[in-house]
């Protein structure tokens, strides 16, 4: 069965997350969709017919397509804020002014958006799940200890599904 993992892993999900920061669903409907696959994938498997999406996903350790989107917004969100790639900052975010005693200090401001087009883009998408990371369990010294941390953030609170 670990190899059938694999396969998806290796085939399946890539196809699925291919430029997610671009493309991210916000309908539910789409979301859905998207999620379909895994779903439907997991429960071909033997003997996980009968369980639960969460428990399957859970029992073969993977993660769900929607908050695995999220954790892509959040790396290239990093790599924006810290200059990593070549995107102006303030094309996109600019800081919070005043710092609160919560949070850690790279907070971004929320910018206003009319439409709902405006609001399910990236710069708008991300800056919840980023003002959201805890300062004591979010390790920002370098890409790597970001991405290792951010998997221990809980972000079923902004889960759709």
């Known amino acids: 069965m670990s190899s059938l993992i694999h396969a998806y892993c290796t085939y ?13 669903p916000s309908n539910l409907g789409d979301i859905r969709r998207v999620e379909s696959v895994q779903r439907k994938f997991t429960k071909r ?28 917004d959040l790396v290239v969100c990093y790599k ?21 005693t919560r949070g850690h200090p790279y907070r971004l401001f929320v910018n206003f958006a009319k439409n ?6 990236f710069a708008h998408r991300v800056v919840k799940y980023w003002n959201f990371l805890p300062a004591d369990m979010v390790d920002f010294t370098s890409l790597s200890h970001f991405r290792q941390t951010i998997t221990q953030v809980d972000f079923s609170e902004f889960a759709c599904y």
């Open 12 to 24: 399946i999900r890539p196809l699925l997350e291919y430029n997610s920061v671009v493309w991210s």
């Open 45 to 72: 498997l033997p003997s996980f017919q009968n369980l639960s999406y969460t428990t399957r996903t859970e029992k073969l350790g993977l993660t769900t397509l929607e908050l695995r989107r999220v954790y892509f």
């Open 80 to 100: 924006i804020v810290f200059n990593l790639i070549k995107v102006q900052f303030d094309d996109f975010f600019s800081f919070i002014p005043v710092t609160k």
């Open 116 to 121: 709902k087009v405006r609001k399910n883009f």
